[in-house]
């Protein structure tokens, strides 16, 4: 059985035990089977902070390794920095959709004023820190000045991830002008860290479907149907935000820069998002991303071969959509405000984390904790939203891949190596 397939069983039989246990409850007076509940909360704890703990591992390797093999950043040049402004920009504007959707609908805002208290108490020794942390408000010189550490190693210790992520991406970038023989020492030595942290994040993940039984179990025995509507409304605000990200945003490029039709675009790329849509992987994707890029756009093999697998590393507009989306839920659930300059703070930390998430399924859950811990949100809220992470996992991998091409495309249009086919001429 796959794991996603027990994670769906987990919280299943998690909300469905919880509910029951919520109306005993209610009907009864007879809180026996919440006890019982709460006795298992541990697992759920552990969990947590089982996935917070490979974090800082995890994002520092993928990050070094990507950067640091772009290759002399000097020979690259204005090549490579088309590709990364496009990526970048589309990024933040992903994450931007992302948190306006999340501030019009309020996803979290519709759990009763009784069950947030009791959330907040439950979570009182988290949520407090949390509060005040959201409720500065640093100037823009201020936010700006703190990307940059006096400390990487102290950043690291006190979760100032947004500092961490920008000591990275520079250091990656310095290590990309290395000569050859130090480099592959030294992408081989994060590598291997890379590696680790996959293998640990496998091992963690076995535990996931007994977790989220535990984790939804509780809530939902604690606040009944409260959470459960709230779930649905998340779980549509994050479809329509990629919706509109794809359709908007990729559209718009393709017509503008690329001089495509989008019609035709979206009718040729069809094959690498459904595979992308099966597998959650762009990484898995990426042959057949190649081939579409190639064969259905008229994309050269120099720009293909430059563009896509750079995308697959650092291109991750879905996850970083859904993230906003995400980081706005868990702080309305738990009653936190994230004013202005806090989801300024939180556009910065998913386009850049977004560079270090590799193209596996599943790892747009461990930047989540990266943005979480840098808006100052309660990692504990994660359990709430990752029963239903498959389906979602699923939609901004095809979004992913498609933001992929749509990049392949107006590289390709502006350094004047598009083929002219049916699909690259404006209907």
Not at 105 to 113: Q, S
Request: proline share 3%; net charge neutral; with cysteine.
């Amino acid at each position: 059985m796959q794991l996603y397939t027990k994670i769906t069983i987990g919280l299943i039989v998690g909300v469905m035990v919880g509910v029951a246990a919520n109306l005993i409850n209610a009907a009864t007076g007879n809180h026996v089977l919440i006890d019982a509940i709460g006795v298992t909360k541990p697992l759920g704890t552990a969990f947590i902070r089982a996935i917070t703990m490979i974090v800082i591992p995890l994002v520092v390797a993928s990050l070094l390794v990507g950067v640091a093999s772009l290759g002399d950043l000097r020979v690259l040049g204005r090549f490579a920095g088309k590709t990364l402004a496009y990526y970048i920009t589309t990024t933040a504007i992903a994450v931007t959709i992302g948190l306006a959707l999340s501030n019009l609908v309020k996803p979290g805002g519709r759990i009763a004023p009784e069950s947030r208290a009791q959330l907040l108490a439950e979570y009182s020794a988290q949520t407090e820190g949390s509060i005040a942390l959201a409720a500065e408000k640093p100037a823009v010189k201020d936010l700006l000045l703190n990307m940059i550490p006096t400390n990487p190693i102290d950043a690291a210790a006190n979760g100032d991830m947004l500092a961490l992520i920008v000591f990275t991406l520079v250091f990656g970038a310095a290590a990309s002008l290395l000569r050859d023989d130090l480099k592959r020492a030294f992408l081989g030595f994060f590598e291997a860290v890379n590696e680790i942290s996959m293998i640990v994040i496998g091992w963690i993940m076995k535990t996931a479907p007994y977790a989220v039984f535990v984790l939804l179990a509780a809530v939902t025995a604690d606040f009944g149907f409260d959470v459960l509507r709230s779930l649905v409304l998340y779980t549509v605000t994050v479809i329509a935000g990629l919706l509109l990200h794809a359709t908007f945003t990729y559209s718009l490029a393709v017509r503008v820069i690329g001089r495509v039709s989008p019609l035709y675009f979206f009718k040729r790329v069809r094959e690498a998002q459904i595979l992308g849509f099966s597998t959650s992987s762009s990484n898995a994707t990426l042959p057949v991303t190649l081939a579409v890029a190639e064969r259905e756009l008229g994309v050269s093999n120099r720009v293909a071969s430059f563009v896509l697998p750079l995308g697959a590393t650092i291109n991750m507009d879905g996850t970083a959509l859904y993230q906003g989306v995400a980081v706005m839920f868990i702080a309305q659930v738990f009653g936190i405000d994230l004013h202005w300059m806090a989801q300024l703070t939180i556009v910065l930390t998913a386009t850049l984390a977004s560079i270090g998430a590799a193209g596996v399924p599943s790892a747009g859950i461990i930047t989540l904790l990266v943005v979480l811990q840098q808006a100052g949100v309660p990692e504990t809220g994660i359990a709430l939203i990752l029963g239903v992470d498959r389906i979602l996992d699923m939609l901004r991998t095809a979004v992913n891949i498609t933001g992929d091409l749509s990049a392949a495309t107006c590289i390709a249009r502006t350094e004047n190596e598009l083929v002219e086919t049916e699909a690259t001429s404006l209907a």
